[in-house]
């Protein structure tokens, strides 16, 4: 019996240990609501889609912006400079019936990159809370584990064979546990960018008396759907007016300006000419009509509204398969958090590890159907 209470002891050291000290980083307990909060400040995605943001917003100045002035000089050098005007001035290019809808296309385009940074902030959010929840749960589960590993031990069999085998299978378990467990904190310190001399660990909560409110995760899940409707509809607004912008090629854009001419006088004159010119300088549509460019952003639309349109349908299909399956295990949760409730004080030790297990497994599956589920 001593040998099964060293194994027992054995254990649970491997788990303080490893609480205390992971790769020889220091472990600190956090909320959940400060490992979201590190996890929104350091995570790589949000900081890219951040950036992503920002260059979509100067996008919008640069499409805003008119274009810069021609400096234009013609000056003849020689004899044939007598006679013969030498100009310098400035030509002006205006675009006619682009700049407008190009810039709305851009701001399309950076709402598209908005929604993005929110959708991703609501999933590094969604993620970190469940990853919390995992890793505290299954912590739960290796100290509910552990004390029916004692139990067994302390259990008379009348076979004792039988209870070896028993007790070798749950000493074989715990040690699964403690390898899931160093799993789910290295998922968790992913999520949150953690530095390589701090690992965060959750706070021991007590997981029965733990406030878990799925709704939390809904509203994540349904904002993050709404999200992804207006990425899809500012998809097709761009694509849209991208027809029109490119049917507006068609009008020229030109090139205004004038300047000073100057001509020097001939032998015949007493003195030299001064005036000015003024020059008009704009493309003629007739070899390209640009018919080719026009109709792959039609087409180009036509892809766009399709994949609008699939990706609404697949999204509403996907839901309604999945409110079933979500109302089955929220049922089980909510019917094992009742019987925990009511056995969890029994004399019957085998009956309270029983209601614990299924409570903890009932809550792990819910919470697993979160993780799964697709965005």
Known sequence: MNKFLCCLISLFCSLFFYTLKVNGADVKEISPENAVNIALKK??????????YEIAKNNIEIASSLQNPHLVSDLFLGRIAKGNSNQIGILMPVEIAKRKIRKNIVIDEAQIKYFQLRKKIYQI??????????????????????????????????????????????QNYLKDIISEIGLKRQQFNDLIQSDANTIYDVIDYDIYNFKFDEKILTDYLYEIVEINKNILEK??????????LTKNKRIPDILVGGGI????????YDHDNVGGFIS???EVPVLNFYNAEIKNAVLSYEQVKMKKIQSEKEMRQYIHSKEKEFSI???????????????????????????????????????IFFCNLKE
Do not use: C, P, W
Request: hydrophobic share 40%.
């Open 43 to 52: 995570n790589i995605d949000i900081l890219n889609a951040g950036i992503d």
């Open 329 to 367: 295990l929220k049922n089980n949760y909510i019917s094992a958090r009742k019987n925990f409730e009511s056995f969890h004080l029994s004399k019957n030790k085998e009956a309270v590890f029983t209601v614990k297990k299924d409570y903890i497994k009932s809550f792990e599956e819910l919470i």
């Open 235 to 244: 998809e097709e607004n761009a694509a849209l007016k991208n027809i029109q």
């Open 280 to 282: 008009l300088d704009f």
């Open 261 to 268: 001419a100057y001509e020097y006088g001939e032998k015949t």
């Open 125 to 170: 959010k969604k993620d970190v809370y469940l990853s919390y929840i995992l890793l505290m749960l299954y912590k739960e589960k290796f100290i509910l584990e552990e004390k029916y590993l004692a139990f067994l031990i302390h259990k008379k069999f009348n076979d004792n064979e039988y209870k070896k085998l028993l007790i070798l299978k749950q």
